[in-house]
């Protein structure tokens, strides 16, 4: 029976164990400008400290492929090589402490059009998330 720390194998990869860290938007990138969508410091510091804690595999938030797939206005996207360069500086990082990377790609249109987003969270003081806004 395989447990918890054992090697996890998938196809060619190897994943060292089985604590994993599942997507979870940060709301936390810039909204406009050229910078819309680009992982910054914040999305760094987030990622790199839970591989320096050892987690086997992070799985980065959803990651918009075009601006209305959005899920928020502050979602990260990878829709041009500004963001995929951002992205790849985490992604080394995360290699560099044995965690393997991964990253929920995703598309959510009209939800994006029909509420309004939690805040960032990046800031210090977090303002209260506004219930379900899906
Ligand atoms: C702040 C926050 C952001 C989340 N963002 C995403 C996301 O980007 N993609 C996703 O599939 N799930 C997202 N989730 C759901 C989590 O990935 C996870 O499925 C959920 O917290 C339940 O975890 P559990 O199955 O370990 O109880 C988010 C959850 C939280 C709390």
């Known amino acids: 029976m395989s447990t918890l720390f054992d090697p996890f194998p998938l196809r060619s990869l190897s994943v060292p164990h089985r604590v994993w860290m599942a997507p979870m938007c940060q709301y936390s990138a810039e909204v406009s ?3 819309t969508g680009v992982a910054n410091d914040w999305h760094f510091a987030h990622y790199a400290a839970r591989a320096a804690g050892g987690t086997g595999l992070i799985l980065l938030e959803a990651t918009a492929v075009s601006p209305e797939g959005r899920i928020s ?9 500004t963001q995929a360069e951002a992205l790849g500086r985490i992604t080394r990082f995360l290699k560099s ?3 393997v990377p991964g ?6 249109s009209l939800r994006n059009l029909q509420s309004q987003p939690p805040p960032p969270t990046c800031t210090n003081e977090r303002a209260p998330i506004r219930g379900h806004w899906g």
């Open 33 to 35: 400008g050229p910078e």
């Open 73 to 81: 206005p502050a979602d990260l996207g990878l829709w041009n090589d």
């Open 97 to 99: 402490q044995g965690t």
């Open 103 to 108: 990253i929920q790609l995703a598309h959510a």
